[in-house]
């Protein structure tokens, strides 16, 4: 069956419908909602159709349909009783007074039907499989739920707003330029951040023919390498910036989703090796958004957590450079989920602490005596080269040296290894396997945890 999906203006015919179950009643709220005169004929009414009438939305007769209806000229007819002599009878009927009409019964003796719909008004996104698969077009419509913010609605409000504007201002073959130029500006993602002054005055700007040279930083955490983790938000932004500054950390299936006009810089820093020093990394930010451009500073794991994000927006705040921090899951969270290790966990550990093990002239100073407490997760970012120094300091603070310790490689990728041992014998283990970067330190009880709940 060949369809096609048409936008319909609500008002443009009236429509009957017949039937006064739940599809029926569902397609007379639909109806109302896009503003059609209505009227409906059933043997009875359920309480969200005799509503609709009480208000006045509707015109409603109780009564059982007969086969030979009279139909105001060009009317749309919703048949949905539940008795298909009937609807047969009366699409026939329909279609000789020159009607179309919607069969709930029977999609392929249909002339129209609803499509399901995501509702962003007055953005709408209309979803088809053109009556083959009600299962599947649902599945659709939940992941463009999800996948759409709510906020499209304000967007296209925005948008809307301008119509006038843009139609005084601008001759007719500008227009169309004019918001294609407005749509690929940061305007829809400042409606989307819930600034909708700011996305107004950009607006207006490019209006009044100034190139938008509103630059901003989106500070972002890709999280620890499944792609699948990132946060919706965290993907439309990567997805949209004109620059990404990017680290070594930040997993190739999250460097994918990059759009592919975008420039990629590389400011990482392998251990002792630093690429760019962070001095020019929060300048280079800086920089680039005052040239107008949306840039995304893509960062591994959470920005916040031993990420040195706090010093490169301090640096924009300076600058007063407009910025947007967007979290990732970090490193701990992914790797204790993915390796079957809970943080937390009533039987084992009421607290969880987040250290750096990461070394200064070959020492790592921390505070052991903090360190060494029952009932307490460690985790060590940055540990891997330290490992041996850090299971001396433990045991020689007091921690038991049978405790357990997981090193969590290449968490959440798809070459994860978990390497599970004991503080007394870790260094032995370290010294004889090939570990490689990142590596995350999880030490504490709830390792003993990871032989049961390993789920990968
Ligand atoms: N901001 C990051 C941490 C940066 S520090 C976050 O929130 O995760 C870098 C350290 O994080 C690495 O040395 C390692 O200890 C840890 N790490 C990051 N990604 C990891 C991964 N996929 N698997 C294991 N450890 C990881």
Same mark, same amino acid.
Not at 85 to 102: M, Y
Not at 123 to 143: D, E, N, Y
């Given at each position: 069956?060949?369809t096609?999906?048409?936008?319909?203006?609500?008002?443009?015919?009236?429509?009957v419908?017949?039937?006064?179950?739940?599809?029926?009643?569902? +397609?007379?709220?639909?109806?109302?909602k896009?503003g059609a005169d209505?009227k409906?004929?059933? +043997?009875?009414a359920d309480?969200?159709?005799?509503?609709l009438?009480?208000?006045g939305?509707?015109?409603l007769?109780?009564?059982e349909?007969n086969?030979?209806?009279?139909?105001e000229?060009g009317s749309?007819v919703?048949?949905?009783?539940?008795d298909?002599?009937?609807?047969?009878a009366l699409?026939?009927?329909?279609r000789q007074q020159?009607?179309?009409?919607?069969?709930?019964?029977?999609?392929?003796?249909?002339?129209?039907a609803?499509?399901?719909?995501?509702d962003?008004?007055?953005?709408?996104?209309?979803?088809?499989?053109?009556?083959?698969?009600?299962?599947?077009?649902?599945?659709?419509?939940?992941?463009?739920?999800a996948?759409?913010?709510q906020e499209?609605?304000?967007?296209g409000e925005?948008?809307e707003?301008?119509r006038?504007?843009?139609?005084?201002?601008?001759?007719l073959?500008?227009r169309?330029p004019?918001w294609?130029?407005?749509?690929?500006?940061?305007?829809?993602?400042?409606?989307?951040?819930?600034?909708p002054?700011?996305a107004?005055?950009?607006a207006?700007?490019?209006?009044?023919?100034?190139?938008d040279?509103?630059?901003?930083v989106?500070?972002?955490g890709?999280g620890?390498?499944?792609?699948?983790?990132?946060t919706?938000?965290a993907?439309?932004?990567i997805?949209s910036?004109?620059?990404v500054?990017?680290?070594?950390?930040?997993g190739?299936g999250v460097m994918?989703?990059?759009s592919?006009?975008a420039?990629?810089?590389?400011?990482g820093?392998a251990?002792?090796?630093?690429?760019v020093?962070?001095d020019d990394?929060?300048?280079?930010?800086?920089?680039a958004?005052k040239?107008g451009?949306r840039?995304?500073?893509?960062?591994?794991?959470?920005?916040?957590?031993?990420?040195?994000?706090?010093?490169?927006i301090e640096r924009?705040?300076?600058y007063?450079v407009?910025?947007?921090v967007?979290?990732?899951?970090?490193?701990?969270?992914?790797?204790a989920?993915y390796s079957?290790?809970?943080l937390?966990?009533?039987?084992h550990?009421q607290s969880?602490?987040?250290?750096?093990?990461?070394l200064r002239?070959n020492t790592?100073?921390?505070?052991?005596d903090e360190?060494?407490?029952?009932?307490q997760?460690?985790?060590?970012y940055m540990?891997?080269?330290g490992?041996?120094?850090?299971?001396h300091?433990l045991?020689?603070?007091?921690?038991?040296e049978?405790?357990?310790?997981?090193?969590?490689?290449k968490g959440?990728?798809?070459?994860?290894k978990?390497?599970?041992?004991?503080?007394a014998d870790?260094?032995e283990l370290?010294?004889?396997?090939?570990?490689q970067?990142?590596?995350?330190?999880?030490?504490g009880?709830?390792?003993t945890?990871?032989s049961?709940?390993a789920?990968r």
């Amino acid at each position: 069956m060949m369809t096609l999906p048409l936008v319909f203006r609500g008002d443009a015919r009236p429509f009957v419908v017949i039937g006064g179950g739940v599809v029926a009643s569902r +397609k007379v709220q639909t109806l109302v909602k896009a503003g059609a005169d209505v009227k409906v004929i059933a +043997k009875s009414a359920d309480a969200a159709v005799a509503h609709l009438e009480q208000q006045g939305k509707i015109r409603l007769e109780v009564r059982e349909a007969n086969a030979s209806e009279t139909f105001e000229q060009g009317s749309l007819v919703v048949i949905a009783t539940n008795d298909s002599e009937l609807n047969e009878a009366l699409a026939v009927s329909a279609r000789q007074q020159g009607c179309l009409v919607c069969r709930t019964d029977r999609k392929e003796d249909s002339d129209f039907a609803f499509p399901a719909v995501v509702d962003r008004s007055p953005v709408l996104v209309a979803i088809s499989s053109s009556g083959t698969s009600p299962a599947l077009t649902r599945h659709l419509k939940q992941r463009i739920e999800a996948f759409l913010p709510q906020e499209y609605r304000q967007l296209g409000e925005l948008v809307e707003a301008l119509r006038e504007r843009v139609k005084t201002r601008l001759a007719l073959p500008l227009r169309a330029p004019f918001w294609r130029k407005l749509m690929a500006s940061q305007v829809p993602e400042l409606v989307l951040a819930r600034q909708p002054e700011r996305a107004n005055a950009v607006a207006k700007s490019l209006l009044s023919g100034q190139s938008d040279t509103h630059g901003e930083v989106y500070l972002v955490g890709a999280g620890p390498g499944d792609p699948d983790l990132l946060t919706f938000r965290a993907l439309r932004l990567i997805q949209s910036a004109d620059v990404v500054f990017y680290d070594r950390l930040v997993g190739p299936g999250v460097m994918a989703l990059i759009s592919p006009d975008a420039e990629r810089i590389y400011v990482g820093k392998a251990k002792s090796d630093h690429a760019v020093p962070q001095d020019d990394i929060n300048q280079h930010l800086v920089d680039a958004a005052k040239q107008g451009k949306r840039v995304l500073r893509l960062k591994g794991g959470d920005p916040f957590i031993f990420g040195r994000g706090g010093e490169e927006i301090e640096r924009l705040a300076q600058y007063g450079v407009p910025f947007q921090v967007v979290p990732g899951i970090t490193a701990a969270s992914g790797c204790a989920a993915y390796s079957g290790i809970p943080l937390t966990h009533r039987d084992h550990a009421q607290s969880v602490r987040f250290v750096t093990g990461h070394l200064r002239n070959n020492t790592c100073n921390l505070p052991w005596d903090e360190l060494v407490h029952p009932n307490q997760t460690l985790v060590i970012y940055m540990g891997l080269s330290g490992i041996v120094e850090i299971c001396h300091q433990l045991i020689a603070n007091g921690m038991d040296e049978q405790s357990p310790i997981a090193l969590v490689e290449k968490g959440t990728l798809p070459d994860q290894k978990v390497h599970i041992s004991t503080l007394a014998d870790m260094p032995e283990l370290i010294s004889s396997t090939e570990i490689q970067a990142p590596t995350l330190t999880i030490i504490g009880s709830v390792v003993t945890l990871h032989s049961k709940l390993a789920w990968r």
